[in-house]
Every structure is written in structure tokens, then in C-alpha cells.
């Protein structure tokens, strides 16, 4: 996605040639992403903060493209524009999306754990090898269901997991 997302707007240099195929052209993450060079610069930071803490010898293969897009971001624009960057946005069901007690983490986290109900015993299920399976997963999964509903919230452990700002 940010690979897609740059694409416009590395149109014509030199690096263009070393960008990924675009994929998901409009979902709204990747329309996120290339709203302006300190979304994509945030993006770039959070990637590869991330291949630092994965626990595995070889390299991711977009961490290259990444670090390209990071460098180019920071040859071409001031500090301070890749220090601005858009309120993240939630990309998901729309009963998710509409829960306003929610915070935005706790909109992903209440999407993740559906994802994990759900897709059980599938091949799109979440693989957590080598890891820890996040603590939201591991006791609230069974319960996913009332989640939406506000008076569920009503639980002290679940609102500091959730609703923290």
C-alpha cells in the first residue's frame, strides 16, 4: 500500500522504478497513506520499527522498498512536513466503525479478535509463530460478539484495554 501510495508522487524520478506493483489502489489506508508525505513518513517509521522486532534472520522483502521510500521522503521534503501527519483512520466493518466509545486501537483490537473467532480452522487464519499471541486475543476472543454493544463496556479491565485515549 505505500508503495502504491507513492507511486504518483515518486512519478518521474529515479527511484519510481524500484516501487512494488501497486495493489489496493483505493482502500482507504493506501488513499490515507499518499494524503501527504508525513502520513507516508509515519508509515515508513512504523515498518521499520516493526522488522526490528521481528524475531527472524531473513529480511522482509518490501524492507528494502521501504527504506528507499523513507530516504527519498526525507531528501525531498522539510522535517517538518513529515512531521505532520493525518489522524489515522479506521478500516473496517461498519459496526466497528460506528462505535464511538471506541478508541481507534480499540476498534483494530475488537476487529482482530473477530478476524481470530472467525477465521479459525481457515487458511486465512492468524498465524502467531514464534510470538506471543497479544494478551486482547488471548481471553476475550469467546465474547467478541457483545463487544458492540455499549453497555458491554461496562467492565473495568475491558475499558482499559479498549477505551483508553
Known amino acids: ?7 504518483t508522487r515518486m512519478a518521474g524520478s529515479a ?23 508525513g502520513n507516508a513518513y509515519w ?4 515498518a521499520k520499527t516493526l522488522e526490528k522486532l521481528r524475531d527472524s534472520t531473513r529480511e522482509n522483502a518490501a524492507t528494502p522498498v521501504v527504506r528507499m521510500i523513507n530516504d527519498w521522503l526525507e531528501d525531498n521534503h522539510l522535517e517538518e512536513q513529515l512531521r505532520q501527519s493525518d489522524p489515522f483512520i479506521f478500516c473496517g466493518p461498519k459496526d466497528i466503525a460506528e462505535a464511538d466509545f471506541l478508541t481507534l486501537v480499540g476498534k483494530y483490537r475488537v476487529l482482530y ?20 499471541l497479544p494478551e486482547f486475543l488471548n481471553h476475550l476472543a469467546p465474547a ?14 475491558l475499558i482499559n484495554i479498549f477505551c483508553e485515549a
Open 1 to 7: 500500500m505505500l508503495s502504491t501510495a507513492m507511486k
Open 15 to 37: 527511484y519510481e522504478r524500484y516501487l512494488m506493483k501497486p495493489a489496493y489502489e483505493n482502500h482507504p489506508c493506501t488513499r490515507w497513506v499518499g494524503n501527504s508525505p
Open 43 to 46: 508509515l515508513c517509521q512504523m
Open 113 to 132: 479478535i473477530r478476524k481470530q473467532d472467525q477465521w479459525q480452522g481457515t487458511s486465512w487464519a492468524m498465524s502467531y509463530k514464534g510470538r506471543c
Open 144 to 157: 467478541i460478539e457483545h463487544t458492540l454493544q455499549a453497555d458491554y463496556w461496562n467492565d473495568e479491565e
